[in-house]
């Protein structure tokens, strides 16, 4: 404790250059911030993805359909609890910017296999009486502001027209990390007005009774479809979001690499800046030793000043990022969640202070090897 | 030498066959050679010679701050030549106190923080430490200058602040490398005037490296080193 004042006079000590260096911190771990905030939407659907189901897509492609024939079939497959289907709608709300997906829900089944989701019961009965119903999740409603009743016109986009919808009701996530940016509407609607695509949904959920059974079913599912016009791919819900991740690229390599540059960068920066100040403070450091500072005791004030830069300007960065995230989505709901996690808080100080201790350790290390009488000598 | 035989039980700093050599590529250079030594407790030595004498050698020698190449520096009941460097630096931190040319002070430190600094490494509270800084530097007469900077000092001023720093921790003995070397007359007098204080006061032991013969008049004894060897030892008694 009585050498903080030591350390806080040689931080107050150029005072530009204290500034400058926090700040790099600050930016970097900014940045940091917000790629782990764009990392966490992009895997968030990964994370919350149902252990018991599994996704059965047209083996071709996810936007190829499959018919709608092949729920029997594959309520008979052994070891599957329930199935139901959804297709993408694409639709939009009166300009493109108010992205939200928009799923045809077979409404018999659709709610019993993601239990995650509730609707109030006087809602649902409302919305399978009303074959031009929709149930909107919560997180949308806080969006634009709909309440129950309001007609809502979505322009449809695969589905050519005027598409016009009754909210019915609102379902919530039991969870908080449910996504609740849906939007679903009865697939028979779809399917009595689209003549293109009649008999045919975007792909099926299947529920398991023992998810330890996925790769059987799921194999046995893609046999029984193998050599049909409609062949099948089947993956646990998991692998799917996994691999819809993977068709806008290795996010995550990317972020690694953003990430990693940015840290090299700021290593050199204030390696840079911590070799400076040592080097200034040449004849000070040999004077300290000369009053009985050992080595060590030097090492530890100068890599003090460095990590207090480096947590300093992170606690800053990483600040102001979470303050970014609390004034919500600047994407209009186009990523699931838009938050930065404590967990990600902690990753962000930690690299920091290692970023720091990193950048601190050579000149420390010097400083602590200084020899006196040659230190002396230079003055 | 008879001198040296006499002192040898009640010295309190004994140099023996001392010596220090440097290399230079693949010259080497004898800045030191079998020097002997006795230094009494509460006297005040000066040493003089031409630049590249080895004056200021001796006294890092002396102050544990550099290792010769052969001999023995015994002070008080430590042969300081045998310590490890970590034992050194410990060594100095409670023996030595140091005075340069240039005073050294931490620009960024005010005067009390200058002092403070050597106490940092005791076991001193924060009340005690403020008392033995308060202490030495009303001995040197700056109590009124304690929060001030270096910048806001004059050269006379920050020698005193130096001094201040050397002796707040009560050491042994004093190393003075040139403490009037960059001041006018009338300040070196009033430092010279400190030192002798320190001296008849508080039994202080210094050994002072000056190249002015004004300075070295203030002290009991004046010893000469010319090319690494004593050469000549003046004793005013």
Redesign the interface.
Known sequence: M??I??IW??L??KKMRTMLTIGSFAVALFLFGLLTVIHSAFSHQVKIAGADRLVVRNRISLIMPLPISYKQRLAQVSGVKSVTFGSWFGGVYQTERNFFPQFAIDSETYLSIFSEYSVAPEQWELFMKDRQGCLIGEGLIERFGWKIGDRIPIQGTIFPGLWEFNICGIFKGKTPESDTKQFWFHYKYLDERDSSTKGLVGWYYVQLSDPSQADRIAQTIDEMFANSPYETATETEKAFAAGFLKQMGNIQFVLICIGSVIFFTLLLITGSNMAIAVRERT??IA?????????I?ILFLILAESIIYAFVGGTIGLGLCKLYTLQGDPTNGMLIIFELSHAYIALGLGISAMVGFLAGIIPSCLAMRLN??DA?RR? | MNEIKENQTKSLIQVRNLSKTYKRGNEKIEVLKNLNLDINQGEFVSFMGPSGSGKTTLLNLLGGLDVPTSGSVRIGDAEITSLSGKQLTSWRARHVGFIFQLYNLIPVLTAFQNVELPLLLTKLSKQDRKKHVEAALSIVGLGNRMHHYPRQLSGGQEQRVAIARAIVSDPSFLLCDEPTGDLDRSSANEILDLLSRLIQEFSKTILMVTHDPIAAERSKKVLHLEKGVLIEAQNKD
């Open positions: 009585k050498f004042p030591l006079v040689n107050k000590r004849n000070e004077v300290m030793k000369t009053l009985g500072f050992s080595g005791r006196i009488v002396m003055i």
